[in-house]
């Protein structure tokens, strides 16, 4: 694991040693940098790989390709012992100098070729060609901007997180539509970013400099792994499934450093660790989180990752936590970088944090829920199409009537809130129901909630429309199909491993999602949603593929995750934080948001009649993030 950055061009020789200090945190075991007439590379390392041999950058035998690399590829063996078959020289181990030789051998498709987490890039000094590549679901991260000049020819800034990229370009302007996309969502939908003129390579997608010449192509997409043959044999897709995620763990654990596992008490991360059990020596190094609150125990899962410790018997580690949330929140909102509202990149803070004091690399469930239903919402959709046979106007009156006298629920698992949401989109279409299900504007305010003439003065587009069509034009017309192939295009991508890998890196802990393997992602989508949701259970399917592997009352319990009390934590232990940064003069100040829809929403909140958790939250991070930001810009001056 690692930061990349880099630039075309001469450029200013201490822009890429700026850039490189604001990634230490990615890489702080050694840095390594490459200059040539048309490239600057640079590489900070968190040895993993060949620790002692693999330093970046690397080349090839002649020294006219070069290559930095964040991420891991996992099958580099095979690909090594291919490329040294076919008379390719190897100075190491490390599996980045696999790509330097397999460019060399096959061009830019060689990357069809690398099952791994990765971003890249690479130089061609005979073609004057810059190469920059991200992994098929986006698990690295990799940003860029593209500047023309007056001649028509392009220079090119690349950075794993933002903070680097900025320091080798003018300073952006934010963006308006990323400012409402980030209130709708939680997050700044990629491939742009909170800046203007700034954004990140989609998954799957490769990026060419060729001679002043830019060009940005697709080479995989969820859509292209769709199968065409669906599993018909439950039996043999049981047996289909232990293979691919025995082989998919074996190769997540590739380490030449300590590893672990971050251990909820559900079902993905318990099939993990009773896969790493399988394939690993040692005993396996378990990491879990809880809080001491009584009004808090709704959202532990310490009894049930302890429990799964023992059965597996894991060295385990635990945490139970009273967080100094106030304390603690600018620097979650500093590691992101960019304005991002799911509260769960706390814990995910927390725990990488516990999990660094004694390994460097740790395995997660992230993607196991896209892969294999694991998400109400996904039984939502498919009741959807049922609920449609119900007259629209009835649907309609549902929706405007009954649905409003439905308590919103504020427990962990309450159902409530998922009731009325169902109900209150009733009548709409499918594609609509899904976007706006996965919206946080409440729906009295929308765009009121921004300031009118600030709304009026800026270009803001309709994405939820964009949205919609990305659900509809899905390869299946399955409606689970259709949920679980948006998610992987958007919340996936854009906010779980978004998520994952900055918490995990601002401590320097390499996180690795096993779930998020192309070739287990190809299978999980050969399984028809009966199967899937065999007996209209969520991971009905996976369920009983692992239910012999794991304790009855794992394979059978809930849906578990790191969730957090964040809405007793906004009426209680945070409380005079959130009045304080969202008084009305500071919201006026900036300029964006309606003051009536911030006061609107602390007080529906504290008053119990409704839970906007997730809205407060969204605003007191834009404010910590507008703080942090405009602190960076005076310190630069």
């Not at 989508?525 to 692992?546: C, H, N, T």
Request: with cysteine; charged share 30%.
């Amino acid at each position: 694991m690692c930061g990349i950055c880099g630039h075309s061009g001469q450029g200013d020789p201490q822009v890429l040693d700026r850039m490189l200090q604001a990634l230490v945190h990615r890489g702080p075991d050694e840095d390594g940098r490459f200059r040539d007439r048309g490239v600057s590379l640079g590489i900070r390392r968190l040895r993993v790989i060949d620790p002692e041999g693999g330093r970046q950058p690397v080349t090839n035998e002649t020294g006219r390709i070069v290559a930095v690399m964040n991420g891991e590829i996992y099958n580099y063996r095979e690909l090594r012992e291919d490329l040294q078959q076919k008379g390719h020289r190897f100075a190491s181990r490390s599996d980045t100098e696999v790509l330097v030789h397999l460019y060399e051998e096959e061009g830019e498709e060689g990357v069809r070729r690398l099952q791994g987490m990765f971003a890249f890039a690479l130089w061609d000094r005979e073609r004057d060609r810059l190469l920059v590549v991200r992994d098929r679901l986006g698990i690295k991260p990799l940003y860029y901007a593209a500047i023309h000049d007056a001649a028509g020819d392009t220079q090119l800034a690349f950075a794993s997180e933002l903070p680097a990229l900025l320091e080798a370009i003018p300073a952006p302007a934010v963006r308006p539509q990323a400012l409402v996309d980030y209130f709708r969502y939680l997050y700044v939908p990629g491939p742009e970013t909170i800046y203007e003129g700034v954004y990140e390579l989609k998954p799957g997608e490769q990026l060419r400099l060729e001679q002043g010449r830019f060009h940005v192509e697709r080479y995989w997409s969820p859509q292209s792994a769709h199968p065409r043959q669906r599993l018909k044999d439950k039996a043999g897709a049981v047996e289909a499934l232990h293979g691919l995620l025995r082989d998919t763990v074996r190769a997540h654990m590739v380490s030449d450093v300590p590893l672990g596992l971050f251990l909820s008490g559900g079902l993905d991360s318990a099939t993990l660790l009773a896969f790493m059990r399988q394939v690993a020596g040692d005993r396996i190094k378990t990491f879990s989180i809880g809080y001491d609150h009584p009004a808090d125990q709704s959202y532990n899962e310490l009894d049930r990752a302890r429990s799964l410790a023992r059965h597996f018997e894991s060295d385990h580690v635990e945490a139970r936590l009273s967080p100094d949330v106030a304390a603690l929140l600018p620097s979650v909102v500093r590691g992101m970088a960019e304005p991002f509202a799911d509260s769960c990149a706390i814990p995910t803070y927390l725990i990488s944090q516990l999990a660094r004091n004694s390994v460097t690399v740790a395995l997660s469930g992230i993607g196991g829920d896209e892969l294999f239903g694991g998400y109400p919402r996904y039984l939502g959709i498919r009741s959807s199409a049922w609920y449609a046979a119900v007259p629209r106007p009835i649907r309609s009156w549902i929706g405007h009537r009954v649905a409003p006298c439905i308590p919103e629920g504020t427990g962990g698992r309450d159902p409530w809130g998922r009731v009325r949401r169902f109900l209150v989109d009733g009548a709409h279409s499918q594609a609509k129901q899904y976007v706006r299900w996965m919206t946080f504007l409440p729906r009295e305010w929308e765009r009121r909630a921004f300031d009118e003439d600030w709304y009026a003065a800026s270009d803001i587009g309709d994405t939820q429309a964009e949205r919609e069509l990305r659900f509809e034009r899905w390869v299946s017309s399955d409606p689970a199909d259709r949920a679980s192939g948006f998610d992987l295009q958007t919340y996936l991508p854009d906010d779980l491993l978004r998520m994952g890998d900055r918490m995990s890196m601002r401590h320097s802990l390499e996180l690795r999602v096993p779930y998020c393997d192309h070739q287990l992602l190809r299978f999980a989508q050969a399984i028809p949603s009966d199967m899937k949701y065999s007996g209209w259970r969520l991971k009905g399917f996976f369920r009983e593929a692992v239910r012999a592997l794991l304790p009855p009352e794992i394979s059978e319990g809930p849906k578990y995750g790191f969730r957090i009390p964040l809405a007793r934590w906004l009426r209680e232990d945070i409380r005079p934080m959130v009045r304080d940064l969202l008084n009305e003069a500071t919201i006026r100040e900036r300029g964006y948001l309606n003051p009536a829809y911030v006061r609107w929403v602390l007080d529906e909140h504290d008053s119990g009649r409704r839970n906007f958790a997730d809205q407060i939250y969204a605003l007191l991070v834009m404010e910590l993030w507008e703080r942090e930001r405009r602190s960076a810009s005076v310190g630069t001056r």
